[in-house]
């Protein structure tokens, strides 16, 4: 299992690719911070991956 991240380009804040993956879009849980993040902005390989496995990412 990897650890698949997104890093908000504005603020730092790592999100979780399964917070992205449910939610598809949301805006970034960062403090005063605005940005909108999507899913597709995590790289293909890693979506692809994740995407595979998503039942190893189950919480």
Do not use: W
């Amino acid at each position: 299992m990897r650890i698949i991240t997104h890093t908000c380009p504005d603020c730092g804040t790592v999100v979780a690719a399964n917070e992205l993956e449910s939610n598809r879009v949301m805006k970034c849980p960062g403090l005063n911070c605005h940005t909108i993040l999507r899913f597709d902005d995590i790289p293909g390989e890693a979506r692809e991956y994740f995407l595979e496995n998503r039942e190893r990412y189950e919480i």
